[in-house]
C-alpha cells in the first residue's frame, strides 16, 4: 500500500504553478464524443480520474492518444452505448458520460454509480432532465437503461444547481433537436468552460456561469484543440497548505476569481493575500486567527471541495471556526483522523467545530476521500514530527505529482510503500 511519509513543521516557501482543472477535464472528455471528429486537451494533469475516464472513452471506441498533458480523442467512431460497472465505479462521476453516450448514440447503459465515501450520490436529478428531454429510462437495481429514438430540446428546471445534472443535460440538449433552455443550472467556472469547449466545436450554447444555459441542438462534426482552466480547488490547497506552515507561496496559472470565497475566508485568518495576473500570492507569517462561520454552498459560494482543507489551516489557529456543510452528508470524515494529530474537532451532523490547539503530533493517519486525504497531508504538514498518510490513492484521483509540488515549496514528504493492500 502506497503512503506519504511526512516529517512536519517546515515552512512552505516559493512557486507553484497549477494543473488543469480535473472537474472541466471531465465532462470534456465526455462531451468529446459529441465531436464526431479529434479533440486535443493541452493541460490535461495526470490523474487517474483522467486514466478512468481515458478507459471509458477506449472501450465505446475512441482512438485516445496520450503524452503528459497532451490528450487527442479521436470520437469518430463510437461502437458501443454501454458502461459497464467495473468501468463506472472507478470513478464515482462517471455518470457524467450519460448525457453524452444518448445524445451520440441515442440510447445508453450505465451501471448505477453508487455512493461514495460522502455519502449517497443520487442522480435523480440527472434522470428527471433527461426524461424532459424525451428518454425513456428505466432504473433497475444495477443499471440505468436509456432510450431515446427522439429527443426534443425543452425548458428544464433542476430543483437543485447540481453540477454534473447541469453537465449531462448540456450533453443531452446538444443532440436534441431545437432549443434547450436549463434553469436554475450550476454557475460553476468549469460550467463556463464547457460551454466554451462546445461553441469551439460549433455548438451554440450561451448563459453558463448564470442560473440560465440554453442550448440549441445540432449534428456537428468537428476537431478542435483546448486548454482547460486551471484546478481551483488545487489551487485553493496549495494556499491552505502555506497557511498551515505560516508560508509564503506564489501559485500560478491560476483564475484568482475562481477561488475568491478560499481566498476571502483565508484573508479572514490573517493571511495576507495578493493576486496578480494568473496568480496568487499568501503570505502567512502571523498567527492565523478563527474566521466566522463557513457554510459551503453552490459556487460562488465557499466550495464544498476546499471545506476539509480550510479545516485543516484552523486545527492551528486562535479561537473556534464553525463550519456547515451544505453539500454533502458525509463530508467530516477526515476529522476523526486529525484527531489523531491532536486536532479539536466536535461534529455532529453537517456542523463541525474547529478550536485551535497550540501544537500537533505526527501519527499514522487514514484518508477516506479525495479532499479529505489533501486535507490530512496539510495537517500532517503542520505537526511536529512524523505522520504517515495512508490511501494515497485517493489524493491521487485529483492532484498531479502532489508531493513533488509540496517539496518544491520546501515540505518534507514521500511516497512509500507499506505492506498491506
Ligand atoms: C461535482 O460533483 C464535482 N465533481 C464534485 O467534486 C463537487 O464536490 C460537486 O460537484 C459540488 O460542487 C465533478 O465535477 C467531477 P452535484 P457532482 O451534482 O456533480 C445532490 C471533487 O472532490 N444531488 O453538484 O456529483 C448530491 O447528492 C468532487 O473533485 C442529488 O441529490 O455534484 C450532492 O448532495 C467531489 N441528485 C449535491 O446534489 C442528483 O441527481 C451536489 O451534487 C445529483 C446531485
Redo the contacts with the bound molecule.
Keep these: 500500500m502506497e503512503i506519504f511519509r511526512i516529517s512536519g513543521g517546515k515552512t512552505l516557501c516559493g512557486t507553484a504553478r497549477v494543473h488543469g482543472a480535473?472537474?472541466s477535464v471531465?465532462?470534456i472528455m465526455a462531451a468529446s464524443l459529441l465531436a464526431r471528429g479529434t479533440t486535443v486537451i493541452e493541460n490535461c494533469p495526470r490523474l487517474s480520474d483522467v486514466g478512468a475516464a481515458i478507459k471509458i472513452l477506449t472501450h465505446l471506441g475512441c482512438k485516445i492518444e496520450r503524452d503528459g498533458e497532451r490528450v487527442a480523442i479521436n470520437s469518430s467512431s463510437v461502437t458501443r452505448c454501454d458502461i459497464p460497472h467495473e468501468l463506472m465505479r472507478e470513478m464515482r462521476?462517471s455518470v457524467?458520460f450519460l448525457g453524452a453516450v444518448l445524445g451520440r448514440c441515442g440510447e445508453a447503459v450505465i451501471s448505477t454509480p453508487g455512493g461514495c465515501e460522502?455519502?449517497?450520490?443520487?442522480?435523480?436529478?440527472?434522470i428527471s432532465a433527461l426524461r424532459a428531454l424525451g428518454a425513456e429510462i428505466t432504473v433497475d437495481g444495477g443499471n440505468i437503461s436509456c432510450r431515446a429514438p427522439k429527443m426534443r430540446g425543452g425548458r428544464i428546471t433542476l430543483e437543485?444547481p447540481?453540477?454534473?445534472?447541469t453537465e449531462n443535460t448540456m450533453l443531452c440538449a446538444a443532440c436534441c433537436q431545437g432549443e434547450t433552455v436549463i434553469s436554475n443550472a450550476?454557475r460553476?467556472p468549469?460550467i463556463w468552460d464547457l460551454q466554451r469547449y462546445l461553441t469551439r466545436l460549433g455548438y451554440s450554447v450561451s448563459g453558463a456561469g448564470t442560473p440560465c444555459v440554453t442550448v440549441e441542438g445540432a449534428s456537428i462534426s468537428a476537431s478542435t484543440d483546448m486548454r482547460v482552466i486551471p484546478d481551483r480547488?488545487v489551487a485553493a490547497t496549495y494556499l491552505a497548505a502555506a497557511a498551515c506552515t505560516g508560508g509564503d507561496v506564489e501559485i500560478t496559472d491560476v483564475i484568482p476569481r475562481h477561488l475568491a470565497a478560499a481566498t476571502d475566508a483565508l484573508a479572514g485568518m490573517g493571511c495576507r493575500i495578493s493576486e496578480g495576473r494568473g496568480s496568487v500570492r499568501i503570505n502567512a507569517a502571523e498567527k492565523k486567527r478563527a474566521i466566522r462561520p463557513v457554510y459551503t454552498s453552490?459556487y460562488p459560494g465557499f466550495?464544498?471541495?476546499v471545506q476539509p482543507q480550510l479545516m485543516a489551516a484552523c486545527l492551528s489557529a486562535e479561537g473556534t471556526t464553525v463550519f456547515v456543510e451544505n453539500?454533502?452528508?458525509n463530508r467530516y470524515r477526515h476529522a476523526e483522523e486529525m484527531k489523531r494529530l491532536g486536532a479539536d474537532i466536535k461534529t455532529h451532523g453537517r456542523v463541525a467545530m474547529v478550536t485551535g490547539v497550540r501544537r500537533l503530533r505526527g501519527a499514522p493517519v487514514t484518508s477516506t476521500d479525495?479532499?479529505g486525504g489533501a486535507a490530512l497531508v496539510l495537517a500532517a504538514l503542520t505537526a511536529e514530527g512524523v505522520s504517515e498518510v495512508s490511501g494515497v490513492r485517493h489524493i491521487d484521483r485529483?492532484y498531479d505529482d502532489f508531493e513533488g509540488v509540496l517539496r518544491s515549496l520546501g515540505a518534507d514528504v514521500g511516497r512509500a510503500e507499506t505492506p498491506g493492500n
Design positions: 480535473k472537474n471531465l465532462p462521476s457524467i460522502l455519502g449517497p450520490r443520487p442522480v435523480d436529478l440527472h437543485f447540481s453540477v454534473g445534472a450550476a460553476e468549469e480547488i453552490p466550495p464544498t471541495d453539500i454533502f452528508e479525495l479532499r485529483g
